[in-house]
């Protein structure tokens, strides 16, 4: 079994840990599933709904629906777990029932439920996917309160780019030139989408000398990622000029990533390949710095085809035997612990150089969208 790096108070959270798995050492599955109520937006595979059985449009599921939209006016927060397997037909009625009762729902927390809930049955059940996608754009990102504008944008990056049809682009791209949707998700939405006509768009704003650096840096991100080479660059240029450092691992980085620009990717893997240390240690009552390359091994090891360590569905990088090696420890050897995670985590970051090496900045990006 893998477990990955501790990100919070070292102490408290393995205190946390050990109790947990004092009672739950067979159930990782269960509690990855449950990541604080699915709020960490994950594209599920088909394979992932399984072992359900199926609801036929009849008086059983009209039950169903009946039940949801009772508990959804009551204020339930479903979970991933919560949501019914209704057929074709009955999960249509459902929409249906769910867009009326949107249009007679005037409280913005009520209405967030109901994306919430739409979207989680296209996750666990893609045949859904592109009803809710398309419920989703036509619904959410015009709702009248910019906090659900932005979560529904957040759950539309949920979905795997195949579940967008043209006409379902089309309503995003008329939402980028209008202006009304939060400009951020938007318009990273719309780049990973591959909306190329968009970008005369960006570009004029950029000369419009009304951006924000925050929204010329995304706007410069959004064309890297369509193709724009110069934007690309631009990027790359203003991360290698400020240098790294916790803020730029964790607010910067992430979009050059995003933007699957292997020159951009080349910089990071030159990066790792530096021994400077200017981050700051997981364990935060350590003043010691670490070396950034192992924050940025975590970024690049899902975009690169056949890297040679791996990272967890949460993008962080899996160490070996962890929970074995934690079974039975008591407080008193926390720090017993914390040195087997940095040998760990040493031996990833000599394997990953060592592949770099030999590669030659030889290699080939995922297609994950």
Not at 21 to 46: G, H, M, P, Y
Not at 110 to 134: D, E, M, P, Q
Not at 190 to 204: E, I, N, Y
Not at 270 to 280: L, Q
Request: aromatic residues 10%; charged residues 25%; negative net charge.
């Amino acid at each position: 079994m893998k477990q990955t790096l501790p990100r919070y108070s070292f102490f408290v959270f393995s205190l946390l840990i050990l109790t947990i798995w004092a009672d739950f050492s067979k159930s990782e599955n269960l509690i990855s599933r449950q990541r604080k109520n699915l709020q960490l937006i994950t594209v599920f595979s088909a394979d992932d709904a399984h072992n359900f059985q199926l609801i036929p449009f009849n008086e059983d599921a009209q039950s169903s629906i009946n039940e949801i939209i009772d508990e959804i006016q009551k204020g339930k927060n479903f979970s991933l777990r919560d949501i019914p397997d209704l057929s074709e037909e009955a999960h249509r009625e459902l929409i249906r029932r769910l867009t009326k009762l949107l249009s007679e729902t005037n409280d913005p927390a009520a209405r967030l439920r109901i994306y919430r809930f739409v979207y989680l049955s296209g996750i666990k059940f893609t045949r859904n996917a592109n009803r809710v996608v398309y419920f989703l754009v036509n619904r959410g990102i015009s709702d009248s309160n910019i906090g659900n504008r932005k979560s529904v944008c957040a759950f539309l990056n949920g979905f795997n780019s195949r579940f967008f049809p043209p006409p379902v682009k089309n309503m995003i791209a008329s939402y980028v030139i209008d202006g009304d949707a939060p400009f951020e998700e938007i318009t990273c939405l719309s780049a990973r989408l591959g909306l190329t006509d968009l970008v005369p768009h960006f570009r004029h704003l950029l000369i419009s000398n009304e951006l924000t650096p925050g929204k010329e840096w995304t706007i410069k991100i959004a064309l890297g990622r369509l193709g724009d080479s110069e934007a690309a660059d631009w990027c790359v240029d203003q991360v290698r000029r400020i240098g790294m450092n916790d803020l730029v691992v964790n607010e910067l980085v992430p979009d050059l990533v995003f933007m699957r620009y292997k020159p951009a990717i080349d910089f990071l893997l030159k990066t790792i390949m530096d021994d400077e240390k200017n981050c700051s240690s997981p364990n935060p009552d350590s003043d010691v710095k670490i070396n950034c390359a192992y924050r940025l091994i975590e970024f690049v090891a899902s975009v690169i085809v056949d890297f040679p360590v791996s990272v967890d569905e949460e993008g962080e990088l899996l160490t070996n035997d962890y929970n074995e090696a934690t079974e039975g420890v008591i407080v008193g050897l926390l720090w017993f612990l914390w040195e087997l995670l940095t040998n760990d985590y040493n031996e990833a970051l000599e394997k990953v150089r060592l592949w770099i090496e030999d590669i030659s900045f030889d290699y080939s990006l995922e297609n994950i969208d």
